[in-house]
């Protein structure tokens, strides 16, 4: 196992490359992830706006 | 065939879609990923040069490899764009630009920390495909700082796709001109292309390659949902569909 | 559009007399407003003199770094006026006209991109002839510098233009567009700036100048066609 991790002495940079690579894999994910949810609960709380503004109740937006 | 391409670029159905089939792209190319580490980090034998060293092959080729497919992703949705007025393109356009940012920077990245222990340095001017890399880098970021300073969205769609259209035929002259130059000075090269690959090697890089390109799709569907829903802020799907999430909640 | 809006009640030209009418009204221009012609130049000078104060004024030194500093000294001189190719008239609405005018908008754009080679950067090859010598440049070499950057310079203005069309409306946009011609440029500089190089040690230039030629005509066939484009994007 600690033969594994020393990368045949290479392991600063063999280890650094992949973690380096999975870090931008996941940021990649998850920065679309969290735009998706942030456009989606403005638009819903606009879209809750206007109907209130228009007098309709929550029940009526659901109907 | 030409109804199902129709449904597809109709906002509602590839909203629903893209929501169905982004987990799924995630998922196998999670396990795709496991394989490929797994072949590639403890089956495959160290190469007899470099040793354990290269083994960042198994995350610097996909990077590079989809840093150039994006691009050319890109470029592709731009011309559907701005031939056939599709929205949806430039939404693909809109999304592919800053994944593909991020894998032209791992492959960079990626490459410098190879050749750290194979060259001696950090960064090598001479070698034609780091200049490629880099220079594709910067296409990258000046397509993104077009389309964020133009404030009218279907002005940026369309500017930003002239824009890769013309990278396009740049990024195939870069590379022949780096090469060219490089030539010149006989810059190292990082891999023998000469010498083959054994298939212990060689199997788990067709399946990094593989996940790499599944995931970027996964990417590429969670970023579209979020541009499409922006695209389409006032459209009554939008409403029904958020109501309805809420009415659920 | 029909035919009974005044607007459109004007002859209508040949792209060829287009393209001529537009390159007069240009140098025109040009030549009104000297202070824009000369500040490149003056922008030109201050560049070549940093070098030899920042890195050495030994002649060994010089003589390898000339052709390249004298490269990307007149690239960065020639990015200055990008922003005003469109600007002017963006902003006094004469652009609108040419694009509602009816007439070619391509052989218009391809007449800017000319002008503009020969009141920006004809006159900085010309200084660049000059300011070689001082980097000790072998005076045989001096052609080869004079072409290159002609041609070089030519493609410069034509990708320049399509990135001023692209951005033509938007706020403070002349760094946006350095960064975008600038990546767009690299093909050139390699092939221009080594030529020189080249050419200076008696190595054979193994085909930069026939590189040079392909990347001007292509850029000539399609960067009018573009920035055309680019324009009526911007406008609409």
């Not at chain 2, 769609?157 to 022949?176: E, T």
């Not at chain 2, 060219?180 to 292309?193: D, F, K």
């Not at chain 3, 607007?7 to 221009?29: D, G, N, S």
């Amino acid at each position: 196992m600690l033969e594994f991790l020393a990368m045949g002495g290479y392991a600063a940079y063999v280890w650094t490359a992949f973690g380096l690579t999975f870090a931008v894999l996941w940021l990649n994910w998850w920065s679309g992830r969290r735009r998706h949810l942030r456009v989606k609960a403005r638009l819903a709380r606009q879209g809750q706006d206007e109907t209130l503004h228009r007098g309709a109740t929550i029940k009526e937006v659901n109907a | 065939m030409w109804k199902f391409f129709h449904q597809l670029a109709s906002p509602p159905h590839f909203y629903r879609l893209a929501g169905l089939l982004a987990p799924w792209f995630l998922g196998l190319s999670l396990v795709g990923m496991l394989v490929g580490l797994y072949g590639g980090l403890v089956l495959a034998p160290p190469d007899y040069q470099q040793g354990d060293a290269f083994r960042i092959i198994y995350v610097h080729v996909p990077s590079a490899y989809l840093s150039l497919m994006a691009y050319t992703m890109m470029a592709v949705a731009s011309i559907i764009g701005l031939v056939w007025r599709m929205k949806l393109a430039h939404a693909v356009a809109a999304a592919a630009a800053p994944i593909g940012a991020s894998f032209t920077f791992l492959a960079l990245a990626t490459g410098s920390i190879w050749g750290r222990p194979m060259w001696g340095t950090w960064w090598e001017w001479g070698d034609p495909r780091m200049m490629t890399e880099l220079i594709l880098l910067f296409l990258y970021l000046g397509y993104m700082a077009l389309r964020s300073a133009i404030e009218d969205r279907n002005k940026a769609d369309r500017a930003s796709a002239v824009l890769a259209i013309v990278g396009v035929v740049n990024v195939v002259l870069v590379h022949y001109s780096v090469e060219w130059w490089s030539s010149l000075h006989q810059g190292q090269t990082i891999m023998n292309e000469n010498a083959r690959m054994p298939t212990s090697m060689l199997a788990p890089l067709l399946i990094m390659i593989f996940a790499f390109t599944l995931f970027f799709g996964a990417a590429l569907l969670q970023r579209l949902r979020a541009e499409v829903l922006e695209r389409e802020h006032s459209a009554r799907w939008v409403g029904r569909m958020l109501a309805e999430e809420q009415a659920n909640a | 559009m029909t035919d009974d809006e005044p607007v459109m009640q004007t002859i209508e030209l040949r792209p060829f007399a287009t393209f001529l009418a537009m390159l007069r009204r240009e140098l025109q221009l040009a030549f009104r407003r000297p202070a824009d012609l000369i500040n490149p130049l003056f922008f030109f000078a201050i560049v070549v003199t940093l070098f030899p104060v920042a890195v050495s004024p030994l002649p060994d030194v010089l003589k390898v770094l000339g052709p390249g500093v004298v490269w990307v000294a007149v690239l960065l001189a020639a990015l200055l006026p990008l922003n005003g190719l469109f600007g002017q008239d963006h902003e006094d609405g004469t652009l609108e006209h040419y694009v509602l005018s009816g007439q070619s908008l391509v052989a218009m754009c391809f007449a800017k991109i000319v002008a503009l080679w020969l009141v920006s950067v004809l006159p900085l090859v010309v200084i660049s002839a000059l300011v070689a010598q001082s980097y000790l440049l072998p005076a045989s070499v001096v052609p080869i510098l004079v072409t290159t950057l002609s041609l070089g310079g030519y493609s410069l203005c034509a990708l320049g233009a399509v990135a001023a069309g692209l951005t033509v409306g938007v706020q403070r946009a002349s760094a946006l567009i350095a960064l975008l011609v600038l990546p767009l440029m690299i093909p050139v500089v390699i092939f221009g700036a080594r030529a020189v190089s080249l050419a200076a040690v008696d190595a054979p230039l193994s085909g930069a100048l026939e590189m040079l030629l392909a990347i001007a005509i292509l850029t000539s066939l399609f960067a009018p066609v573009a920035t055309a484009a680019a324009v009526r994007i911007s406008l609409e």
